[in-house]
């Protein structure tokens, strides 16, 4: 989607942090989304922030949220090699019936 | 609840033959989607139903046809399936705050 964009490839040691950006131009976001996809699988759905939040942590994941630079990242604490997989950030506009997804940044965890 | 469900999960067709992929969902959501997933370039909106008995195209809806069958059925059906269709497709269905997706439907065109 143009207008959700993420880096490709990530690449982290087991038991690193992991941080995934994405940046997204529309100012009249209401929810921000992060999904995982592991190969072959669906698109599962990890966590969602609301606009007016910063910050929402989930156990090992922490989203934050800078609406002035238009900023979304996902934070996975202690990396695992389950956590291999491809993470899309997607947006939800206020008058768009459907979310628009990034293209995915893909996570390789290095054992 | 089975969520999201899909059938088939893979399918081979040949350039000009026709087939509908199914979908159906157990939420009691009203809103439903037809994604392609092809690499590198996300996923792709193809169509969209709002409620039962609407439908509108979305981002890619050249080549496809869909049909809202019930609240709970959302189709996706190629006429004269093009190789330009190989893609992995992707139905979801949405509540207020959350967008649940099936496990995808592997298409060849060969």
């Known amino acids: 989607g143009e207008d959700v964009e993420q880096s490709l490839f990530l690449s982290v040691r087991e038991g690193d942090s992991s941080v995934i950006n994405c940046t997204y131009t529309?100012?009249?976001?209401?929810?921000l989304y992060w999904y995982k996809q592991e190969p072959g699988a669906g698109l599962q759905l990890l966590t969602y922030?609301?606009?007016?939040?910063d910050m929402k942590q989930d156990q090992r994941l922490t989203v934050l949220l800078n609406k002035k630079d238009k900023h979304l990242s996902l934070r996975i604490a202690d990396t695992q090699t389950g956590d291999s997989a491809i993470y899309f950030c997607?947006?939800?506009?206020?008058?768009?019936?459907?979310?628009?997804f990034g293209s995915g940044t893909r996570l390789q965890v290095q054992p | 609840n089975a969520g999201v469900t899909q059938t088939p999960k893979f399918q081979v067709l040949k350039t000009g033959q026709s087939m509908t992929l199914q979908c159906a969902q157990d939420m009691n959501h009203n809103s439903m989607y037809w994604y392609r997933q092809d690499p590198g370039m996300g996923l792709r909106l193809i169509y969209y139903s709002a409620s039962e008995g609407t439908t509108d195209k979305g981002e890619v809806p050249n080549g496809y046809n869909v049909s809202r069958l019930n609240k709970r059925e959302f189709s996706l059906r190629l006429e004269s399936a093009a190789p330009s269709q190989t893609s992995v497709y992707f139905c979801?269905?949405?509540?207020?705050?959350?967008?649940?997706f099936g496990p995808g439907t592997r298409l060849t065109v060969t």
């Open positions: 997607a947006e939800s506009i206020t008058g768009r019936r459907a979310l628009t």
């Open positions: 922030i609301f606009s007016n939040m």
């Open positions: 979801a269905s949405r509540s207020p705050y959350e967008q649940y």
């Open positions: 529309d100012s009249s976001s209401t929810y």
